[in-house]
Structures are given as structure tokens and as C-alpha cells.
T-cell receptor, first 113, second 114 residues
Framework: KNQVEQSPQSLIILEGKNCTLQ??????????LRWYKQDTGRGPVSLTI?????NTKSNGRYTATLDADTKQSSLHITASQLSDSASYIC????????????FGTGTRLQVFP | KAGVTQTPRYLIKTRGQQVTLSCSPI?????VSWYQQTPGQGLQFLFE???????NKGNFPGRFSGRQFSNSRSEMNVSTLELGDSALYLC?????????????FGPGTRLTVL
């Protein structure tokens, strides 16, 4: 069964610190992996999209990495800000069923001053 | 370019009633997908419409239905509401069908069933 698992479920860090969120998936063969940021009560916003041939992709202070061999991805946030407090969702699509996305349950990040 | 819009933003209904939610995609986008989001379950896929046809459906009962119009606007209907239908309903639009094309989400409709 195609699955996407994220860890940790929740994370609390102090403003200015770095953090890394993890995403493990069993989707195979894999087409692309996305990271979304979702503020409370709002729709998710795309941070990065990576295909199987990409190892890393950055969007400002957000850097996503992908290891297609181990089926792992991480999202690294540098110099966190209060506005980074949100849920981060990892989403994977399969080559065989490219029109279906498989969502992780997300990591809830809270940044405190 | 305007983003995805959803109306209404908030809705309160009672058990047994029905509700219709609306989604206007980004101009030029032909695919609209609907998701239900609850605190414990994350985003659950409801269905996807492309060129006025339902292309994919998630594991939801027949009380959940939808349609897409010729201008790509989409509506979602839930009949005989249950308490468990309380959730944030999100729609997402994309140029092509879901997995191969970036999806842009709307702000969602918060449905509360009393």
C-alpha cells in the first residue's frame, strides 16, 4: 500500500533556531514529492516540488532534500521565524497513477519567541 | 492572477441538512480536486474533476457528490449531514490532472455540523 509518513508529529522550537522535518514514503515507482506549508485554517501553499532526479531544492529559508534510494525526504528550515509556525505536509505521487496524490498527515511546527 | 476562491468561508448546519460548497479555480486551470481535512486524519481526497468529468474518487460515501461546469468552476454537495462531516473542505486547482501538475489550494470552507 502506498503510504507517506511524517515525523515528528509536532515540534516546538525557539525563534532563530534551525529544524528538520522528515518524510518517508513507500510509493513506488515515484514521480514527484512536494512539501506544503499550511497555516491554521488556511489552504496549503506549495514550498517545493522535486522529481526523482533532484536531490535538493530551496525556497528561501526552506530547503528540501530527497533520497530516492531510501525513499526519504527532509525539509530543513533555517533561522526559524514566528511566521514559520504551521503544519508542513509531504505529498507524493506515483508514476503509475500520476493523477493521484498521497498525503502525509503533516508535522505541526510551533516557533516561540 | 487571482487565486483559487471558495465560498462560503464558514458554514454552520444541523444534522440531516444538505450543503453546497463552491470553488472557482485559477483562470485557465481545468482540474479541480476536493479534499476533506480533519485534525486527526489530515487531508483526505474526495474527488477530482477535469473538463466537467469526474476522473477520480476517494473513499467517501455517496452522500458526497460534486460537479464541474464548463467554466471549470466546481461545486461539492453533501447530503444528510452527519456530525462527523464537520471539517475544513479544501479545493485545489491545477492546469493538468493532479499528480503531474502543481496544485494550488483555496482558503477552504469551514463546515460545522451541529
Amino acid at each position: 500500500k502506498n503510504q507517506v509518513e511524517q515525523s515528528p508529529q509536532s515540534l516546538i522550537i525557539l525563534e532563530g533556531k534551525n529544524c528538520t522535518l522528515q518524510c518517508n514514503y513507500t510509493v513506488s515507482p515515484f514521480s514527484n514529492l512536494r512539501w506544503y506549508k499550511q497555516d491554521t485554517g488556511r489552504g496549503p501553499v506549495s514550498l517545493t516540488i522535486m522529481t526523482f532526479s533532484e536531490n535538493t531544492k530551496s525556497n528561501g529559508r526552506y530547503t528540501a532534500t530527497l533520497d530516492a534510494d531510501t525513499k526519504q525526504s527532509s525539509l530543513h528550515i533555517t533561522a526559524s521565524q514566528l511566521s514559520d509556525s504551521a503544519s508542513y505536509i509531504c505529498v507524493v505521487s506515483s508514476i503509475y497513477n500520476t493523477d493521484k496524490l498521497i498525503f502525509g498527515t503533516g508535522t505541526r511546527l510551533q516557533v516561540f519567541p | 492572477k487571482a487565486g483559487v476562491t471558495q465560498t462560503p468561508r464558514y458554514l454552520i448546519k444541523t444534522r440531516g441538512q444538505q450543503v453546497t460548497l463552491s470553488c472557482s479555480p485559477i483562470s485557465g486551470h481545468r482540474s479541480v480536486s476536493w479534499y476533506q481535512q480533519t485534525p486527526g486524519q489530515g487531508l483526505q481526497f474526495l474527488f477530482e474533476y477535469f473538463s466537467e468529468t469526474q476522473r477520480n474518487k476517494g473513499n467517501f460515501p455517496g452522500r458526497f457528490s460534486g460537479r464541474q461546469f464548463s467554466n471549470s468552476r466546481s461545486e461539492m454537495n453533501v447530503s444528510t449531514l452527519e456530525l462527523g462531516d464537520s471539517a475544513l473542505y479544501l479545493c485545489a486547482s491545477s492546469l493538468a490532472r493532479g499528480g503531474g501538475s502543481e496544485q494550488f489550494f483555496g482558503p477552504g470552507t469551514r463546515l460545522t455540523v451541529l
